[in-house]
Structures are given as structure tokens and as C-alpha cells.
């Protein structure tokens, strides 16, 4: 089903639900043949980078879903594109999957992290949701990996045939990674979750709810542990994005077509 689409100056964000999304993911992977599917988490930053990124927004443009990751995004959806959306963040999308897996029986596999992070995660999702079938986890070295060890990967996921696995590169690593693998792995849906791996594991602190839903989750991490490394993303980065939506919203610039539709 295709969703209706909120142009962000010129990257693709999808309006739609929580329920949606979910209905969506079964029917692809009821009939889980050919290729994987790609869902990539859109936020400000993920746009930030695609402006000066061509390939990244193709990469974008092309996923097989681009929910809203912040709440700015679900506002900016439902006011311009009048059509009502969730906010669909790492944590949100993960634990709506791990409800629905009491029925579907969905399988699990891990990738990304540190490995102290992967197997917090394992042992976080395990512990909250007791039916969670993990089957598989990796955390992949920081340099580039070999053709044998990327090879080997791909290997071990097509032989477990996760139905879902969580990506947790970080931006933009992850959603070149997905892209590149997409064709590689038969039959699963990756989703593209950033840092949820250091939140649930513990190694940073997770914003409440309600800040969440405030929309000020950015300036919780900002002001937490990874700032230093953070500052310039939620001030130069989304700064650069913020100017071109507001030249958007004027009519002083004509965002790009968003349509790049990946081949079935």
C-alpha cells in the first residue's frame, strides 16, 4: 500500500500509523520471497545529511517505507499533509514488532553496536518481552569488513531467515549498509534504528515518554553523555534543515520530487 508523502525538502517521509506500518510488515512478510525490505527512520538529521548527500536521498527516497522519527515530523505530517500518523522512532517501532510477535511469532536478529550493547539489547528485549524469538545477533568491527566476513554475514542471516532485523549503525552507516545488503538477504524487513542499542543496553540514558512526545528528545541527548559528539548535529545539522523547510514553506525554493521507487 502506498502511503500519502510529506516532501521535506526534497526527502520522503511517509504518513502513516503505528496499525499501518504493522499491516504493512505482515503482508510483506507473508509472502517473504525475493528481496528484503527497507524502513528507514526519518528525523531532521537524517534529511540534513541527504541535502548534501545525493545518494543518500536516493537511498531514501527508494526504502520501502520512511516513517517519522521525530515528533516535529509527525506535527509538520499532520498539519500540511492533514492525514493523521504516529510517531515511529527506534523504541516505538521495536516494541510495537515484539507485541505483534505474540501472534505472528516473529524472529529477531541483532545487527550493529558494540557487543556489549548488542547483548544488552538481547538480554533488555528478552527480559520484557519473554516470547521474543532473537535468534542471532552480530557486532560488526568499526573498520570496513572484508569481502569473506561480509560474505559470512549475509550467509549466517539467510540461513537463520530472521523475519525483522534491527540495524544499529547509526546514521548515515546504516541506511548505506541496508541499502547495500537489501539484495543480499532473502525475505526480511531491516529497519534502520540508530541508537536504540546504547539505550537499551544502558550505556546511555533514554529520554522519558514524554519528552519523546514533547518533541524535545533531541536536547535530552544533547545534554547527556554524548554531547560532545552530538553539539554539532542538533545545532549546524539541524539548522540546515530547518532553513530549507522554512524556504520550502515560503515559496522561495522548490523541494525536488520524492518519488524513487525501488523495483520490486
Known sequence: MAFPVANFAGVRVDALTTVEMLDTID?????????SRHIACMNAYCVSLA??????????NRADLAVPDSKPFVYWIRRFVRRECDLLWGKNVIFALAERARETRYTFYLYGGTPEACEGTRAFLQDRFPHLAIVGTCSPPFRPMTEDEDRAICDEINRLRPDI???????????????AHIDKL?????????????????????????????GFAWLYRMLGKDRKRLWRRYTVDHGRFLWQFARQQVGLSQPSAVTDPRPE
Not at 503482508?27 to 528481496?35: A, Y
Not at 526480511?188 to 546511555?204: E, K, N, P
Open 186 to 214: 532473502q525475505g526480511s524487513v531491516l529497519i534502520a534504528v540508530g541508537a536504540v542499542f546504547d539505550f537499551f543496553s544502558g550505556r546511555v540514558a533514554m529520554a522519558p515518554d514524554f519528552i519523546h512526545e514533547a
Open 165 to 179: 532485523v534491527l540495524v544499529a549503525l547509526g546514521t548515515p552507516r546504516q541506511d548505506y549498509w541496508i541499502d
Open 27 to 35: 503482508g510483506w512478510l507473508t509472502r517473504k520471497t525475493g528481496r
Open 51 to 60: 541535502l548534501e548527500d545525493p545518494a543518500l536521498r536516493r537511498i531514501y
